[in-house]
């Protein structure tokens, strides 16, 4: 699919042709759709030809966000900000989905996707597509970025030979204070085997012979993580002036190797598979069993090499030998590898080359103090009635943090019940969880073991709650965990009354700051049952619970969606007013999407606010005419599930943690709520209607797998979504009353 520029309205019904002009922020020529297949006369709604490649719409994703960084209306180091953020993504594409494609291939798996390709088909798509991007991810380092940053920021990026005498002085003075003695190289020989190459860990390929010999000899030189990438180049009259680690090291490496001759020094970097076999129903322990699938993660097979492209042959020879891979699983890099760490660059306190600072706003019921101390806990404000949070805008610390902090500590509550996917380190979270405990409360956590990549810190926490008490569930065999809520039992009056967030975000401090999630505070007494129930069903074995309010997944969340999709067919045949609207990060269960196709075919208009990839191919004709489809890449990223139905004029709004995706909907605990207060209701609709006005942030998906970027028409304002909501968090602070 590509990325280009467009114009603001959506695309057209009919299949457009593919066009040739060379866009300004991303070349076409560069990014290149692989087009779907045509779709033949009625063909049945599981044909192969009405979905797009669930692995191509990864990288899909990537390109939008590379968008960003070649965009020269964004502030200069959120561009750079942007390119290390592609490139970590990238990261995880070759662990997650490359690795799980070499594994299924491996396996002799002969499965088609729902696009009607083999692993071993997808597996040759997603490798040419991820070179093609990977190359103008150097090329916008080498050629836009590096240049631009100097000239505009003040902020040089040098190669250790453009360094002056005295400059070279000064970094190779820091090379043998500081780094010299934790270098350890590896040499490769009959006494030597060839060294582990740990994940995504930046490494430099050493050749050198001996005075006496014609060998050429190899060694390896691993660059020390807990290093900075980039040094401070001193003396200097640019105040932001660094050189890479590796080229230092490269420059004085003869010290680590005296007596040989050294013939060549480039980098390289190893990617692993991180998608590994389990077998969760055989393990007597699923805390055990993870710890031993993080133990193999480290030496799980290598997917990907990249190396400095001007790496000698014999070097590059070698590598592939004893790293056992193909050619095509290397990707040659002209430049710096491992882009990621540009992070650091962006980090620069350099105001105007930035985002302007944005301090998230107190929802209004929560910063209005009662008129009496009683009206003054959260929990008496939360008995009023419902409130809405929504983050980055509004504060997680003035609203979740601090429902768990009162509760922590009120004398009144019993027992805490929470759901931790991921959370900070340092967790604040964790800390009010272990306090609770402290002071004698009920705190029962379920610690989902499973989250990928988070699987260390998850079982770390979850021991440390353990050992202060808490009663945890380390996950349930067979699914994940993913549902974001937490239950406070508080007695009242003589019996307890249920506290309850229901969210679509995790509860980390950190991430509350850039992600776009929505939680909803509530006091009702239903909901709060059927809470209780889910955490019964969680902690313990008591699958078989009812659910009248909540909508939980795997239990009666497939069901309930195709029975509102249904729904709104029913209305569109006798009204003519069917109506959806949803929000969600990706979009590619099956079932759902054929009943979106028979919705469409009715004449029901659905729009799809979808920011990763999507199966489903809108706007083709007798399919999805009336499907359109949207993705928002800003400033912040867009997180929340939100999901609108018409009902013919009694729209219901329902918020939570799961995407209409396989996984969630089959594979995972989630769980969605319905927003039943009129005033939160027609917020978060209206929220939906800022994020289909966008003009600026907004790319139109159409059938073609293109992705054009809406741009403002001539004389019509910009409409930002991030600006929009900003704007309104700052508007409702001084609303007394408002949700």
Same mark, same amino acid.
């Given at each position: 699919?590509?990325?280009?520029? &467009?114009?603001? *309205? $959506?695309?057209? $019904?009919? %299949?457009?042709?593919?066009?040739?002009k060379r866009s300004p922020i991303v070349p076409i020529d560069e990014a290149r759709a692989v087009a779907p297949r045509p779709v033949p006369k009625k063909a049945p709604l599981d044909h192969p030809a009405l979905y797009f490649n669930h692995e191509l719409g990864w990288l899909d994703f990537d390109w939008r966000v590379l968008h960003q960084a @070649? =965009? *020269?209306r964004l502030p200069l180091l959120e561009r750079v900000r942007f390119l290390s953020i592609t490139y970590s993504n990238l990261d995880e594409f070759y662990q997650k989905r490359v690795g799980g494609l070499k594994r299924q291939q491996a396996a002799g798996v002969t499965r088609l996707s729902y696009d009607g390709r083999t692993p071993g088909e997808q597996l040759r798509l997603v490798t040419q597509a991820a070179l093609e991007i990977q190359a103008v991810m150097s090329r916008t380092w080498n050629e836009k970025l590096r240049p631009v940053l100097r000239k505009r920021a003040g902020i040089l990026i040098s190669d250790y030979g453009d360094l002056t005498a005295e400059q070279r002085e000064s970094v190779d003075r820091h090379f043998f204070d500081q780094i010299y003695p934790v270098l350890t190289p590896l040499a490769v020989d009959p006494g030597h085997p060839f060294p582990f190459i740990s994940n995504l860990s930046l490494s430099l390929a050493v050749g050198m012979r001996h005075p006496d010999r014609e060998a050429l000899y190899f060694a390896r030189l691993k660059v020390p993580p807990f290093q900075k990438r980039w040094l401070r180049v001193e003396p200097s009259e640019i105040e932001h002036h660094y050189v890479p680690i590796e080229q230092v090291i490269a420059r004085n490496i003869s010290g680590l190797f005296r007596g040989m001759e050294i #013939?060549?020094?480039?980098?390289?970097?190893? %990617?692993?598979?991180a998608d590994l076999d389990r077998f969760e129903e055989e393990a007597e322990d699923l805390v055990a069993m993870i710890s031993d699938e993080l133990r193999e993660r480290r030496s799980a097979p290598v997917v990907r090499l990249e190396i400095d492209q001007r790496t000698p042959k014999q070097i590059r020879q070698l590598l592939l030998r004893e790293l056992e891979l193909d050619p095509s699983d290397v990707v040659d890099v002209r430049g710096p590898l491992n882009l990621g760490d540009l992070a650091e660059i962006a980090e620069l306190n350099l105001p105007g080359f930035t985002y302007a600072p944005w301090t998230p706003t107190v929802p209004p019921r929560l910063a209005h103090e009662g008129e009496t101390e009683e009206d003054q806990d959260i929990f008496s404000i939360i008995?009023? &009635? =419902?409130? @809405? #949070?929504?983050?980055?805008?509004e504060s997680f610390n003035a609203s979740v943090q601090r429902l768990l902090d009162e509760a922590a500590d009120d004398p009144h509550v019993l027992a805490i019940k929470q759901t931790l996917y991921r959370t900070s380190p340092n967790s604040p979270i964790v800390r009010a969880l272990l306090r609770a405990a402290e002071k004698g409360k009920q705190v029962a956590v379920l610690v989902e073991v499973k989250a990928r990549f988070d699987e260390a810190s998850n079982i770390e926490w979850a021991q440390i709650l353990e050992n202060a008490g808490v009663h945890v569930t380390y996950g349930l065999v067979g699914l994940k965990t993913h549902a974001k809520v937490l239950l406070i039992i508080r007695q009242e009056g003589g019996s307890p009354q249920a506290y309850c967030h229901i969210g679509t975000g995790n509860y980390h401090a950190g991430t509350a700051q850039v992600y776009s999630d929505i939680g909803l505070l509530t006091a009702d007494s239903e909901i709060g049952r059927e809470a209780i129930q889910l955490f019964n069903s969680i902690t313990g074995h008591a699958p078989d619970q009812s659910y009248e309010r909540l909508i939980v997944a795997p239990r009666n969340m497939r069901r309930i969606y195709y029975e509102l999709i249904r729904r709104e067919i029913v209305h569109q045949e006798k009204n003519g007013n069917g109506r959806i609207v949803a929000k969600m990060n990706a979009l590619d269960d099956a079932g759902i999407i054929q009943e979106l196709y028979r919705a469409s075919q009715a004449g029901v208009r659905i729009d799809l606010i979808v920011r990763g990839h999507s199966r489903l191919r809108p706007g083709l004709p007798g399919y999805s005419d009336n499907i359109r489809i949207v993705s928002i890449i800003g400033r912040f990223l867009e997180h929340d599930r939100v999901y609108w139905f018409g009902n013919g004029g009694e729209s219901e709004v329902f918020v939570g943690s799961a995407d209409w995706r396989q996984r969630n909907l089959s594979e995972r605990v989630?769980?969605?709520v319905p927003v039943l207060d009129e005033i939160i209701r027609q917020r978060l609709i209206t929220f939906l209607e800022h994020a289909l006005a966008d003009n600026r942030l907004a790319f139109d998906l159409n059938s073609e797998g293109q992705y054009v970027q809406r741009r403002p028409a001539s004389g019509e304002p910009q409409r930002d979504f991030h600006e929009v909501l900003m704007t309104e968090a700052l508007e409702r602070r001084g609303s007394a009353g408002a949700t």
């Open positions: 699919m590509t990325v280009h520029e &467009g114009p603001s *309205e $959506a695309p057209p $019904a009919t %299949t457009p042709k593919r066009s040739r @070649l =965009d *020269e #013939v060549s020094v480039h980098p390289f970097r190893v %990617t692993r598979n008995r009023r &009635g =419902d409130i @809405l #949070v929504h983050h980055p805008y989630e769980v969605v």
